[in-house]
C-alpha cells in the first residue's frame, strides 16, 4: 500500500511525519520556500517553490501525480486544493478542513457562529480606524493576531492605548498572504491551556489523545507537557467541542485542537488540522504512537484501534539567540543527552533568527511523576544546549 505523498511545507513537524511515513514504506516528495529545510533532508524528494503561486502548485502536482497531498503551513494558495480533490487526490484531512483552518476568520466564525461553541470575543479589521474602533469594542487587554500566521508571528497583546499601533504594524506585517486583516480577541482570564489531540478516522472512529497542557510567549509555544491535570467535567466539554468541529470540517488525520479553561468552562481558541507544535512532547513516548505516526495511519486508513497513555513526559523548545545565514553549531549537546530518561532533537533548520525553534528537549517518567519535576528538567536540558 505505498502512497506517493505531496507535503506542503517541510518544517520540523513536517520531518517528523516524513520519517513515520519513511517507517511505513511510504514514498514522500518534501515541498517548501527554501531549500534542505528539515523534512527535505529525509524526504525522498523535494521541490523549492513559492506554495502561494497556484501555478507552480498546479506544476508541482502534475510533476508528481501524488496519492495524497498532506499540507504543513498556512502559506498555501489553499483554494487550488480543492482542484485536487476533484482530480481524484486526497487532500489531507480535507480540502475543506484546510480553507477553513489556515483562516483564523473562517475557523472561528465556523465555531462561534456555526457550531455555537463557546470563544473569546472577538471582531476583525482591515484597516487602522477599524482597528482602533474594534479594540475599543472588545476592551483592553485584548489579543491581536493576523488571519494567516504560525508559531505566534504578527500576534501581541494590547495592554494600554499605547500599544495599539505597534500592535497593528506587527499584526499587518507578520501575518502570511495576500490580504491584510487581523482579529481582535477578548482576554480570557485562563488558568490552563490545552492541546486536544483529536484523531479522525475512516472507520468513523474518532480518537482523543490525553490533553496536553502547554505554555507561549510571543504567541509560541515554550513547552508542554502530557497529560494535563483537567477536570472530567472540562475533558468532556472539550471532547464534545473537538468531535463537533472536526466533523463539520470533514476529512481524515489529526488534529490540534486548542482550548482556554477558564472559571466560566472550557473555550475553543484555535484549531490545526495537522500535527500540532505542542504534540512534539508525544516524541517522548508519552503515547503508544506518537502524533505523527497517529496522523499516518488515520490518512493511510490503518485503523487505531485505541490510544494510550504510556508515560508523563515534557517538551521545551531549544531557540536560537540571533540571526545568522550560516548553518548554526551546538555546543552542550553532550552534557544535555547524559541527563537520565531525557531525549533531544535537533531540527536541521539551515540558518538562524532570533528566537526561532531549533530543536526540542524531552523529559520523560513513569505515569503519575509529578509534570512540575519534568517541566523543570526539559527546561534545564534545553538550557545546556546553545545554538551558535
Same mark, same amino acid.
Given at each position: 500500500m505505498t502512497k506517493k505523498i505531496l507535503l506542503l511545507g517541510s518544517g520540523e513537524?513536517?520531518?517528523e511525519f516524513v520519517?513515520?511515513?519513511?517507517?511505513?514504506?511510504?514514498?514522500?516528495?518534501?515541498?517548501?520556500?527554501? /531549500?534542505? %529545510?528539515?523534512?527535505?533532508?529525509?524526504? +525522498?524528494?523535494? $521541490? !523549492? =517553490?513559492?506554495?502561494?503561486?497556484? &501555478?507552480?502548485?498546479?506544476r508541482v502536482v502534475a510533476i508528481h501525480k501524488p496519492d495524497l497531498i498532506v499540507p504543513e503551513i498556512e502559506a498555501i494558495r489553499t483554494e487550488r486544493l480543492y482542484d485536487y480533490e476533484k482530480q481524484g487526490i486526497q487532500v489531507v484531512p480535507s480540502a475543506r478542513a484546510v480553507n477553513y483552518?489556515?483562516?483564523?476568520?473562517?475557523?472561528?466564525?465556523?465555531a462561534a457562529k456555526e457550531l455555537g461553541l463557546k470563544t473569546a470575543p472577538y471582531q476583525y479589521a482591515s484597516t487602522l480606524d477599524e482597528f482602533k474602533t474594534a479594540v475599543k469594542n472588545i476592551g483592553i487587554p485584548c489579543v491581536v493576531k493576523p488571519l494567516m500566521s504560525s508559531s505566534g508571528k504578527g500576534q501581541s497583546v494590547v495592554k494600554s492605548d499605547g500599544d495599539i499601533d505597534n500592535a497593528w /504594524?506587527? %499584526?499587518?506585517?507578520?501575518?502570511?498572504? +495576500?490580504?491584510? $486583516? !487581523? =482579529?481582535?480577541?477578548?482576554?480570557? &482570564?485562563?488558568?490552563?491551556?490545552?492541546?486536544?489531540?483529536?484523531?479522525t478516522q475512516i472507520s468513523g472512529n474518532s480518537l482523543f489523545c490525553p490533553p496536553i497542557g502547554h505554555r507561549q510567549e510571543r504567541g509560541d509555544y515554550q513547552e508542554s507537557w502530557q497529560?494535563?491535570?483537567?477536570?472530567?467535567?472540562?475533558?468532556k466539554q472539550a471532547q464534545h467541542m473537538a468531535a463537533k468541529v472536526t466533523e463539520a470540517l470533514t476529512g481524515f488525520g489529526i488534529w490540534g485542537v486548542e482550548?482556554?479553561?477558564?472559571?466560566?468552562?472550557?473555550?475553543?481558541?484555535?484549531?490545526?488540522?495537522?500535527?500540532?507544535?505542542?504534540?512534539?512532547?508525544?516524541?517522548?513516548?508519552?503515547?503508544n504512537f506518537n502524533e505523527f505516526e497517529l496522523h499516518l495511519r488515520a490518512v493511510l486508513g490503518i485503523e487505531i484501534p485505541k490510544i494510550t497513555l504510556e508515560r508523563a513526559g515534557a517538551s521545551a523548545v531549544i531557540l536560537a539567540g540571533d540571526n545568522s545565514p550560516e548553518q548554526p553549531k551546538y555546543s552542550g549537546l553532550e552534557s544535555a543527552a547524559s541527563?537520565?530518561?531525557?531525549?533531544?532533537?535537533?531540527?536541521?533548520?539551515?540558518?538562524?533568527?532570533?528566537?526561532?525553534?531549533?530543536?526540542?528537549?524531552?523529559?520523560?517518567?513513569?505515569?503519575?511523576?509529578?509534570?512540575?519535576?519534568?517541566?523543570?528538567?526539559?527546561?534545564?536540558?534545553?538550557?545546556?544546549?546553545?545554538?551558535?
Amino acid at each position: 500500500m505505498t502512497k506517493k505523498i505531496l507535503l506542503l511545507g517541510s518544517g520540523e513537524l513536517g520531518k517528523e511525519f516524513v520519517i513515520a511515513a519513511k517507517r511505513l514504506g511510504q514514498y514522500v516528495v518534501a515541498v517548501d520556500s527554501y /531549500n534542505d %529545510a528539515p523534512a527535505q533532508q529525509v524526504a +525522498d524528494e523535494r $521541490e !523549492v =517553490i513559492n506554495m502561494l503561486d497556484g &501555478n507552480e502548485l498546479d506544476r508541482v502536482v502534475a510533476i508528481h501525480k501524488p496519492d495524497l497531498i498532506v499540507p504543513e503551513i498556512e502559506a498555501i494558495r489553499t483554494e487550488r486544493l480543492y482542484d485536487y480533490e476533484k482530480q481524484g487526490i486526497q487532500v489531507v484531512p480535507s480540502a475543506r478542513a484546510v480553507n477553513y483552518t489556515m483562516n483564523r476568520k473562517a475557523i472561528r466564525d465556523l465555531a462561534a457562529k456555526e457550531l455555537g461553541l463557546k470563544t473569546a470575543p472577538y471582531q476583525y479589521a482591515s484597516t487602522l480606524d477599524e482597528f482602533k474602533t474594534a479594540v475599543k469594542n472588545i476592551g483592553i487587554p485584548c489579543v491581536v493576531k493576523p488571519l494567516m500566521s504560525s508559531s505566534g508571528k504578527g500576534q501581541s497583546v494590547v495592554k494600554s492605548d499605547g500599544d495599539i499601533d505597534n500592535a497593528w /504594524n506587527y %499584526a499587518t506585517t507578520g501575518g502570511r498572504g +495576500d490580504h491584510v $486583516e !487581523v =482579529i481582535i480577541e477578548g482576554f480570557v &482570564n485562563f488558568f490552563t491551556e490545552i492541546t486536544l489531540l483529536t484523531v479522525t478516522q475512516i472507520s468513523g472512529n474518532s480518537l482523543f489523545c490525553p490533553p496536553i497542557g502547554h505554555r507561549q510567549e510571543r504567541g509560541d509555544y515554550q513547552e508542554s507537557w502530557q497529560p494535563c491535570e483537567i477536570s472530567p467535567e472540562y475533558l468532556k466539554q472539550a471532547q464534545h467541542m473537538a468531535a463537533k468541529v472536526t466533523e463539520a470540517l470533514t476529512g481524515f488525520g489529526i488534529w490540534g485542537v486548542e482550548f482556554f479553561l477558564a472559571k466560566e468552562g472550557v473555550y475553543f481558541s484555535e484549531l490545526s488540522p495537522r500535527p500540532h507544535d505542542t504534540g512534539m512532547v508525544t516524541l517522548a513516548g508519552t503515547q503508544n504512537f506518537n502524533e505523527f505516526e497517529l496522523h499516518l495511519r488515520a490518512v493511510l486508513g490503518i485503523e487505531i484501534p485505541k490510544i494510550t497513555l504510556e508515560r508523563a513526559g515534557a517538551s521545551a523548545v531549544i531557540l536560537a539567540g540571533d540571526n545568522s545565514p550560516e548553518q548554526p553549531k551546538y555546543s552542550g549537546l553532550e552534557s544535555a543527552a547524559s541527563v537520565p530518561r531525557s531525549d533531544i532533537k535537533i531540527f536541521g533548520k539551515p540558518n538562524t533568527r532570533n528566537y526561532r525553534r531549533m530543536g526540542v528537549a524531552l523529559a520523560y517518567d513513569s505515569v503519575g511523576t509529578p509534570i512540575d519535576e519534568l517541566r523543570k528538567k526539559a527546561k534545564e536540558i534545553a538550557d545546556k544546549i546553545k545554538v551558535n
